[in-house]
């Protein structure tokens, strides 16, 4: 088999992203695996080299390294966020020019692809979740990590560190994920060297803080686009598929044979036959326009601390001349950060993002921004499904944000629970 050219694409923010197309079906599908992978030796592992090649035989395969991983730049001292692991996808879209594409996230990477079709559904045809994990090991011998429980944590990462790469750490992978393979030693061999190669052992520590402490959950209940959720009836984590499955509004659950988790592990060709079932449905319907305009978003509330007060101390004129200089400097700072103001409200804003981490920034320069103005503001922020109306947002999420904003305290930044999970 003639393995795939890889190619890079680059993001906003600089970072280059390794990516293979191969196939030409009619709908394009973007293949996100594990959280440790690498693009150009995942072909040597028959069995997904296999499912790969029966894919392409439906459509134009898209895999990617998200980056930090594999042949894709390393984060700059800091694990990547959510919203840029989207942009990475979003990237290689735009790279291969593909307009809209069928999300497939196998796993934890079920995560990246949930977050996507949630925040960009003019982008995504649809969703497939093979066994997905929203929370990076809550299932088996892998129990989700409480941050209180720093002993516990401390051993995990620990084994990680003195045991990535090596044959010890990929036969317990291999034990758990793929138990009917748990006694191939080239699987054992493969994984091996499939971990090593996709980072060092503090890339691989980095990477599971994230996993282990991320929770996109409330992204499910923002999709609003054909989704198929595969699982295997005996396999650790079909409780979690389950619930994912009954979170998204009209996913259809297939449960089929077997205990295995990973897909390279059991009745591969099951799997393939589900997800090319969709793939044909999703070609019949694959041009037509979506008209749902809900979306998930990250709203951004400020608001100027004794406003009425301080309008009276310096007048009418002065007072809107300053909360003209105000709105310029915000709208500017928030285009910075790739927002979008909503409203102005004479003694704050309304704006909106695409991801948290943008927004927390955004918020945190708008603090000091404005304080150099003499205008001490508070800022508030939520994560939800908001509903627009032209150029306007509405829906719980803004009356939310609007909710917070007014607990927070004078230079405070706020935010909700979503937003930080």
């Known amino acids: 088999m003639v393995t795939p050219e890889t190619r890079y694409a680059r993001t906003a923010d600089g970072t280059h992203v390794a990516y293979q197309v191969s196939g030409s079906g009619p709908v394009d599908i973007v293949v996100i695996r594990a959280w440790y992978s690498d693009v150009e030796h995942e072909w040597q592992e028959p069995v997904l080299a296999r499912l790969y090649g029966q894919l392409e035989s439906s459509a134009r395969l898209i895999r990617l390294d998200r980056r930090g991983l594999g042949m894709s730049d390393r984060a700059a001292r800091r694990v990547a966020t959510v919203e840029e692991r989207v942009d990475d996808v979003r990237a290689v879209l735009d790279a291969v020019g593909s ?4 999300l497939a996230g196998f796993g934890d990477g079920g995560s990246n692809c949930v977050v996507f079709a949630a925040s960009h559904p003019n982008r995504t045809a649809g969703l497939v979740l093979y066994m997905p994990t ?8 892998y129990p989700r990590v409480q941050r209180a429980n720093e002993a516990e944590e401390g051993e995990r990462i620990d084994t990680i560190r003195r045991m990535w790469g090596t044959r010890e750490y990929a036969a317990r992978t291999v034990s758990f994920g793929a138990p ?3 006694h191939d030693e080239r699987l054992i061999d493969w994984f091996a060297e499939q971990q090593a190669r996709a980072g060092s052992a503090e890339d691989a520590v980095a990477a599971a803080k994230w996993f282990w402490e991320t ?6 209940s923002a999709i609003h686009v054909p989704t198929l959720v595969v699982g295997r009836a005996g396999a650790v984590g079909l409780d979690e598929a389950k619930r994912a499955a009954g979170s998204i509004d009209g996913a259809r659950m297939v449960e089929l044979d077997g205990q295995d988790p990973f897909v390279i592990s059991g009745d591969t060709d099951a799997v393939v036959r589900a997800i090319e079932t969709f793939l044909e449905a999703v070609g019949k319907v694959a041009d037509a326009q979506t008209d749902d305009n809900r979306v998930l978003a990250t709203v951004l509330f400020t608001d100027i601390v004794d406003s009425t007060a301080l309008a009276a101390k310096l007048g009418d004129r002065a007072w809107a001349t300053l909360v003209e200089r105000s709105e310029a400097e915000s709208g500017s700072v928030v285009e910075q950060h790739r927002g979008r103001v909503i409203d102005t409200t004479g003694d704050g804003l309304l704006a909106a993002f695409d991801g948290p981490g943008r927004a927390i920034r955004c918020a945190k320069a708008l603090v000091g921004s404005m ?3 003499g205008l001490p503001i508070r800022a508030g922020l939520h994560t939800g499904e908001c509903e627009l109306v032209g150029d306007r947002l509405r829906g719980l999420a803004v009356h939310i944000g609007a909710r917070v904003v007014g607990l927070a305290s004078p230079g405070e930044v706020l935010v909700s629970t979503t937003v930080k999970d």
């Open 134 to 141: 929203m929370n990076f090991g809550s299932a088996g011998d």
């Open 180 to 182: 009917s393979r748990s």
């Open 371 to 373: 304080s150099e103005l």
């Open 215 to 220: 929770d996109i959950t409330v992204a499910l």
């Open 99 to 102: 307009r809209r594409a069928v």
